[in-house]
């Protein structure tokens, strides 16, 4: 599957943005899907993830509350509503997609490690002016 990740920009602290990652090639909701960033000099973190079914949605402490993560299925596409910006919210966002593991459970704990991730998208870049 191939992931495009678009909407990033400027704003100011306090500001919305909405990130979209647009899948092609394969359904993206066969896919648990989820947001990192990576800001510079340090390293890349989680930021959300949701499930297969949309059922399950898992949030870093330091966006839970600002951030919502959800699925469009008709768009094949994931969003992240993020709300109430800081500038510590700058930085390169990555949507990634994984397949899963058969019988497995999909915890927060695997959802946060970028590792078992199988595609990356590109990234967009989100500045937070303060």
């Known amino acids: 599957v191939q992931l495009q990740a678009s909407g990033g920009g400027l704003v100011q602290a306090g500001g919305s943005l909405r990130l979209s990652c647009a899948a092609s090639g394969r359904t993206l909701s066969n896919y648990y899907t989820g947001w990192f960033r990576q800001a510079p000099g340090k390293e890349r973190e989680f930021v959300a993830a949701?499930?297969?079914?949309?059922?399950?949605?898992y949030y870093s402490d330091s966006v839970m509350g600002r951030f919502t993560i959800s699925r469009d299925n008709a768009k094949n596409t994931v969003y992240l509503q993020m709300s109430t910006l800081k500038p510590e919210d700058t930085g390169v966002y990555y949507c990634a997609a994984d397949q899963g593991v058969v019988g497995g459970f999909w915890s927060k704990t695997v959802a946060a490690d970028g590792s078992v991730y199988d595609y990356w998208g590109q990234g967009t870049q989100v500045t937070v002016s303060s």
């Open positions: 949701i499930s297969r079914s949309a059922g399950l949605t």
